[in-house]
């Protein structure tokens, strides 16, 4: 079970990594606003993930619940502002 739960933080933590590689990536090429926004989230979604997999596999003497909880509030309110006050 331990083993599970190791590949979905891990996997979890590279598709968003990915994802937010592939969006930056695209924001240079193109510079679309919406592709910024989307690229932000992703990026804090993957620091997200990285504390996860920090604080549930690699140090769990650290509570680092705060952290991913204002990296996943960044991440949203990110890809929000985005969406509501950037439309053209």
């Given at each position: 079970m331990y083993a599970f739960a190791t590949?979905?933080?891990?996997l979890?933590?590279?598709t968003s990594a990915v994802c937010g590689w592939l969006l930056v990536r695209s924001y240079l090429t193109n510079r679309t606003k919406l592709?910024?926004?989307?690229?932000?989230?992703?990026v804090l979604l993957a620091i997200n993930n990285f504390?996860?997999?920090t604080d549930m596999?690699?140090?769990?003497?650290?509570d680092f619940t705060y952290v991913r909880s204002l990296m996943?509030?960044?991440?949203?309110?990110?890809?929000?502002?985005?969406?509501?006050?950037?439309l053209d």
């Open positions: 590949a979905v933080y891990v979890s933590f590279l592709l910024l926004w989307c690229a932000a989230c992703f504390f996860v997999v596999l690699l140090i769990p003497d650290i996943a509030l960044s991440a949203v309110s990110t890809l929000l502002y985005g969406f509501i006050w950037e």
